[in-house]
């Protein structure tokens, strides 16, 4: 009997075996339709019609294979589900509404209540919630540990540990973890390593290379990269993807939109460019910001004087990313805010809001917005400071993007 999906048995498209990322991100997917279209069709359809009752009955019952369901199977969300295994090196993926629902999917098909989870104290705001508070009523406990302090996470171990859940470069202090030894505590306990790729995406960084399990992504971010649609995705082996996530995908529906799924897949065309273009303009820019005297400090893992420099270089493919954090200088955490949001306001080209991974540069201030619900001491834990700011740096000219923080950092008010 066939699975939910039977990703063995579904077309290919026909690719060398060696083929590399960048060809993988254009090509991989579903053979054409008997149109023979080039760019890959959006199937906007809730449903699949079948010839007969008998055959929709073997069908339903998983005895043969094909579309039925879009909040399970649909072909244009299965594009974009190969294109990102292929690129993630993982073996299956499914797609989900947004990233936070690719979490909350691993979470309710792989934990139980009673059931631990260690995560990084570093995480996205709404990850923190999602398992401090959500999971905590299911009877799932979270440790928050140092994102960066490996021993830190041995500590927290329990014989009821299942999942290690890390996210890297973290969000907005771009903390690296070392993917391969959180891997190797998890794995020596029984656990399972996931990591959120959401920063470094496939096109830098490749978790499953370095020893973790599962693969979190908020297509929302780079994997879209035009700050179009919601999106979410989890990679991994296909035991767990297709055999517990899909069928609880069937039953909660935590299901992408063919549309959105649609917009993600073009978008992965043009992942590794928009990842290098973006990355070398981040650069410059922490550069630049590193020497301006308004600045404290500045948040990169492509810098040298980042903690976790070296590495973010050996594991992240060379790059640093587009994610630049820094913190204005001030006497206290009131000035703090009062100077960060003066930056903020005099920007002209960045916009500002608190998604991250758009070709729009975009700038905020997490301490009230992406990390505005975590109490103070939640936010103090995960290093976030009320004079910080992230800017998530898009495709603009680089010189235009300096003189628009400039024009804020050079006028603070004394
Ligand atoms: C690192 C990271 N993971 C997950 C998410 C959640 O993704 P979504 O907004 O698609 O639910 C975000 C959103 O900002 C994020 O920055």
Redesign the pocket.
Known sequence: MAGERDIKRLPRVELPADARLDTLAVREGLPPSQWGENSEALFLTSSFVHPDAATAAARFANQEEAFVYSRFTNPTVMMMERRLAALEGAESCIATS????A?LLMCLGLLKAGDHVICSQS??G??IKLLAGELARFGVETSFVSQTDVEAWRAALRPSTRLLFA?TPS?PLTEVCDIAALATIAHDAGALLAV?N??CTPALQLPLKLGADLI?H????YLDGQGRV???ALCGPAKIVEDKLVPLMRSAGLTLSPFNAWVVLKGLETLGIRMAAQGERALVLARWLESHPAVERVYYPGLPSHPQHALAMKQQNGGGGAVVSFVVKARDAQEARRNAFHAIDSTRICSIT???GDTKSTVTHPAST?HGRLSEEQRLAAGITQGMIRVAVGLEDIEDLKADLARGLDTLPA
Not at 98 to 101: D, E, R, T, V, W
Not at 218 to 221: A, E, L, N, R
């Open positions: 947004s990233g936070m629902s979490i995480v996205f709404s990850t996210e969000n959120d959401c920063f979190i908020s297509g929302t971010k919601l999106a979410g608190a998604n991250l992406s």
